[in-house]
């Protein structure tokens, strides 16, 4: 941990979203088990969610390869996914607003325990904004019913392209108004740390073990030379001074 | 006003920001005539902020007549602005931290009385969110400074536009994922107001008649068709049933 990492050139802290702020899994996993009792519809969720997560990585390479397609949105790219998989899956009686709404329940995740006071700490000192591969109405609707205290929104879909594409950690500092090495990113992916690192940001590490549940294999800990590592958002605040 | 006024078809409301917000004329000479006293620069601070402000139009023109050169975001037009206004207003003694105090004034401008309290209680409504020709940084660190409670911060830069161009009121539509039908612009400029009806969006007026104090000469009152005609932002928030 370097010297700087509390030193008041850094101005402003953006997050990774999922995973690091909010546990997709279990939220997503919880929402459709009692949804599709409600509905009278049984399935694999868990199966579901871990197989919808998989796609993500895939879904969004395509977007990279294909720029004459233009840039698609998360919210579309999990639709498209969520498509293929329902067949896959074999859950049928599914109608267009059923798809609509499990597609929207990337909107309604929820926040590890320590995300809201944690934040809360952070924004009295620095400008607090999310960094995720989240559009911005995924982002905004995730705040607004999670709570989460953000100064701003910032998405990558403001660079039309995605985490981990230099455009989006360099456009987040420019909008900011600031140096790369006055942003941290806060992640609980070493590979988004990274990124934002050889571009010159500040970086700080949390762990989020759980994250993928059973399905863990990487990130159990800080794999690089990050500024700060902390334990959680409130630790992370502490370490920083606020 | 039209029955769909307070219908549950609007989810979230965007702001006009400069002078519907906040004050920026009385902020700024406010300001500055401290500033100059403790840096014992005297200048007809009053007429340097009008002559400021009247320099904003005519750079967001030159920004559209010249695509070629790129988008500039608001606080270099006011950099540009405010060095030739200096030597017009023979204000000397000024070095590069000085101009950029000044441009940073913009930063530092203060909300009106109703304010922070009518946008509390819209935000228990409604996503609320800055839709200004200031650039995010700007509106980020006003919004800081002066405890305005944003949902998101959008602004003209994310759309390399400045209002009333078309592309900043449907672009901020898209990325709320919202319809323009679904989206409500608050201003206190009839024509802000005018371009955004034109475009599908649902418009409030709230007047600020003393916000070009006493060179004032429009926007008094309502001169269009606007879904809301409110007296202040708690009156809004009254009149939108939140």
Sequence with gaps: MSASSDSPVVKALVFDVFGTVVDWRSSLIADFTQWG???GIEADWAGLVDAWRAA???SMDEVRKHPERGYLALDTLHRQSLERLVTQFAITGLNDDDLAY???GWHRLKPWA???SGLTRLKTKFVIGTLSNGNVALLTNMAKQAGLPWDLVLSAELFAHYKPDREVYLGAARLLGLAPEQVMMV?????DLKAAQDLGLKTAFVPRPTEYGPLQKKDFKADGNWDVVATDFNDLAARLGS
């Design 37 to 39: 009792a409600g509905r």
């Design 56 to 58: 993500y990585m895939p």
């Design 102 to 104: 499990m597609t929207l």
């Design 114 to 116: 320590d995300s809201v």
């Design 187 to 191: 992640a609980a992916h070493n590979n």
